[in-house]
């Protein structure tokens, strides 16, 4: 306050001039801090939704199913071509070698392992790694352990309780892909296509053969 000049009328202005350039610097400075800080929550935060948004992802494709087999079937469309055992492939038991389902089944854990060796913890990168691994080397994989590690993680992450020990859930696996009916036809609606196709040819040509006959009998 010694700084400040009230004396007259001119000084009075040109200090209170310098208030207000000092007052507008001031908030400009916070302002900037604020917005930087507010990018920099946003981005974090759209980092942290992407996170969980693909992982999510990946805990539905690893652990979909509670029913059937709830392994992984490494073989390739390759192997599904060749016989049984051969290229030294360990074939898991219960599985049809003329489907594709499994390699379907196969390409989405593939999918979803390569997300979580990007994305996950150091615990689930650990057993997303060894999954994958043993998928390479041609052996039947068990994702349970990673399922497990992956629900509590999403869990804590939007701040859901953990789910009480006195609960029991079933050992998971991965989702089955449903079969795709895409150029595919109904018999029975083919048929019956057919069928009217065949009777409008009938009708056609029994038609023609009407009109012959009266002309013959003209």
Do not use: C
């Amino acid at each position: 306050m010694r700084g400040l000049d009230f004396s007259s009328w001119q000084t009075m202005l040109s200090t209170l001039l310098g208030l207000a350039v000092i007052t507008l610097v001031g908030v400009g400075i916070r302002l900037l801090v604020m917005q930087t800080l507010q990018q920099r929550r946003e981005r974090e935060n759209r980092q942290i939704n992407e996170r969980l948004r693909t992982l999510i992802a990946a805990y539905k494709t690893l652990g979909g199913s509670f029913t059937g087999a709830l392994h992984v079937d490494p073989r390739h469309l390759r192997d599904l071509r060749a016989p049984a055992g051969e290229d030294g492939v360990v074939l898991p038991d219960g599985v049809d070698a003329g489907s594709d389902r499994a390699r379907r089944m196969r390409d989405a854990v593939e999918a979803a392992l390569s997300d979580i060796i990007l994305l996950g913890t150091d615990d689930q990168v650990r057993l997303a790694a060894t999954a994958a691994t043993e998928l390479a080397q041609g052996r039947t994989v068990q994702t349970a352990e990673l399922v497990v590690s992956l629900r509590d993680f999403i869990r804590a992450a939007l701040d859901l309780a953990p789910i009480p020990a006195s609960v029991s859930i079933p050992q998971q696996g991965p989702a089955r892909p449903t079969a795709t009916a895409k150029g595919r036809q109904d018999p029975d609606k083919a048929g019956g296509k057919g069928g009217g196709g065949g009777g409008m040819g009938g009708g056609m040509g029994m038609g023609q053969a009407t009109d012959e006959d009266s002309g013959h009998a003209r």
